[in-house]
């Protein structure tokens, strides 16, 4: 099977998927629908230009391998011959570590949220994650994480009239 047709079959399993999603959303309420149907929408119309993008004969410099982003292989990778010895070794140690992480943050997230709720969780979480990264200087830092929280606060609280005061601690000390 050739790249091409496996790229197109990536995106219309992808398309497949959002699609599913619009449908869905329509037996929603009113205010159920604010989230998930503009981002359904948005992505099925990406994909599909995507789609014709990667189907015409001169794409040009704008070419966008689906396989690779989602599969999160290096361009190339699939015709790459393996490292002789010890040298294939180092890689797989580092992405098993990478992975770790990744489901230490997500399990780290899930239990901030238990247990203190969701918009502390926001805020301390988001604000350490960007100091832990060095992505910013504490100041913005901290403002970055507090307009994260807002703009959930607003959303969800405000706008959908989600409960958001739900948490252990919360429940234990009367909160």
């Avoid at 629908?33 to 929408?41: D, K, N, Q």
């Avoid at 990406?46 to 014709?52: K, P, R």
């Avoid at 943050?105 to 805020?123: A, C, K, Q, R």
């Amino acid at each position: 099977m050739s790249r091409r047709i496996q790229e197109n079959l990536v995106l219309c399993a992808i398309l497949v998927i959002f699609i599913a999603a619009i449908v869905a959303c329509m037996s929603y309420g009113v205010r159920a629908r604010v989230v998930p149907l503009p981002i359904s929408a948005l992505g099925a119309i990406l994909t599909v230009a995507q789609l014709v993008l990667q189907n015409l004969p001169s794409v040009g410099d704008f070419h966008l391998d689906a396989l690779e982003l989602f599969t999160s292989r290096a361009p190339g990778a699939a015709t790459a011959k393996p490292a002789s010895g010890g040298e294939g070794r180092a890689p797989d140690a580092a992405r098993w570590r990478r992975e770790l992480m990744a489901v230490g943050m997500v399990l780290l997230l899930t239990g901030m949220f238990i247990l203190i709720g969701p918009i502390p969780s926001i805020f301390l979480f988001s604000a350490g994650y960007m100091l832990a990264k060095r992505q910013y200087r504490w100041p913005l830092s901290i403002a970055f994480a507090a307009l994260f929280t807002l703009v959930v606060y607003v959303l969800f609280a405000a706008v959908l009239g989600v409960q958001m005061d739900n948490s252990i601690l919360g429940s234990m000390f009367g909160f």
